[in-house]
Nanobody, 123 residues
Framework: QLQLVESGGDLVQPGGSLRLSCSAS????????ISWFRQAPGKEREALSC????????NYADSVKGRFTISRDNADKTVTLQMNSLKPEDTAVYYC????????????????WGQGTQVTVSS
């Protein structure tokens, strides 16, 4: 059974960068699409980017396009989210989630979630 753990969240100044990691345990990691979502206080959970089992990438949030990059390493069972040019509006809890094979922008279609990691962008 796949389990996910996020890490890398921190307090960073506007314009800074962070690299989030989603580490998986369990078998058949390569069969899963992994997405990054975020949720800010008082807002709905937002899909950001997904990488599927063939390493095809789907980007969902216009607000992060060109700034956030997703990648995966099946040997290490890790998916990373490189976040550059961070803005205060990027402040949120960031989650990774898994579903079999294909990406989706709908949180309800994901079967495994990590516990989340806090990203705060502030001067």
């Amino acid at each position: 059974q796949l389990q996910l753990v996020e890490s890398g969240g921190d307090l960073v100044q506007p314009g800074g960068s962070l690299r989030l990691s989603c580490s998986a345990s369990g078998s058949s990691f390569y069969n899963y699409a992994i997405s990054w979502f975020r949720q800010a206080p008082g807002k709905e959970r937002e899909a950001l980017s997904c990488i599927d089992n063939r390493e095809d990438i789907s980007n969902y949030a216009d607000s992060v396009k060109g700034r956030f990059t997703i990648s995966r390493d099946n040997a290490d069972k890790t998916v990373t989210l490189q976040m550059n040019s961070l803005k205060p509006e990027d402040t949120a809890v960031y989650y990774c989630a898994a579903r079999v094979y294909y990406c989706s922008e709908y949180a309800s279609e994901y079967i495994r979630w990590g516990q989340g990691t806090q990203v705060t962008v502030s001067s």
